[in-house]
T-cell receptor, first 114, second 117 residues
């Protein structure tokens, strides 16, 4: 399909393990975004990429979170030493990067930390 | 900083009722405003947008007008259907303030809408 693709759709892991979440944006979209959706916090913006660069990483919740993007396409969000409070749905979105253009979202990865 | 405030609900209406979901915002620059919808078990979908003052976004019978004087972007629909049951998110993007670069969306907490037959 032509939409934003995220994998896995569900991930269950034990506390303390590392997890890697993947996002494949819409072809040609230069901007890519990560968000976290949880019951207590609503939708939180984490980080965005323009091309392969992330100008502002201050939205990442802690230094256990990191993200990278290679080739201006696929991005991975990595959470090290997971904690129970990391349980949430992680959403990825992409856009053309031009002014006023909307972001298109994937279906998300539901992460559950036991 | 930027923020979006919307009624959280749940909002329960009967089919064919008139819908208003209020949304107000604070922003430093010149935001674009959006409504996203999340149907049960699905991802976020863009419903409509407005990029400058007095613009009206519309889609699927829903409308919202960008009111700079009241910093509002209320969502309305004249006659709701059961299929409109979903969570609705108001959001803004402060593109210009970000220096012309892509900007993350600031979301409201979402309004859960339930339409009863």
């Amino acid at each position: 399909g032509a939409g934003v693709s995220q994998s896995p759709s569900n991930k269950v892991t034990e506390k303390g393990k590392d997890v890697e979440l993947r996002c494949d944006p819409i072809s040609g979209h230069t901007a890519l975004y990560w968000y976290r959706q949880s019951l207590g916090q609503g939708l939180e913006f984490l980080i965005y990429f323009q091309g392969n660069s992330a100008p502002d990483k201050s939205g990442l919740p802690s230094d256990r979170f990191s993200a990278e993007r290679t080739g201006g396409s696929v991005s991975t969000l990595t959470i090290q030493r997971t904690q129970q409070e990391d349980s949430a749905v992680y959403l990825c979105a992409s856009s053309s990067g031009q002014a006023n253009q909307p972001q298109h979202f994937g279906d998300g990865t539901r992460l559950s930390i036991l | 900083g930027n923020s979006v405030t919307q009624m959280e609900g749940p909002v329960t209406l009967s089919e064919e009722a008139f819908l208003t979901i209020n949304c107000t915002y604070t922003a430093t620059g010149y935001p674009s405003l959006f409504w996203y919808v999340q149907y049960p078990g699905e991802g976020l979908q863009l419903l409509l947008k407005a990029t400058k003052a007095d613009d009206k976004g519309s889609n699927k019978g829903f409308e919202a007008t960008y009111r700079k004087e009241t910093t509002s972007f209320h969502l309305e629909k004249g006659s709701v259907q059961v299929s409109d049951s979903a969570v609705y998110f108001c959001a803004l993007s402060d593109y210009m303030y970000s220096g012309g670069g892509a900007d993350g969306l600031t979301f409201g907490k979402g309004t859960h809408l339930i339409i009863q037959p």
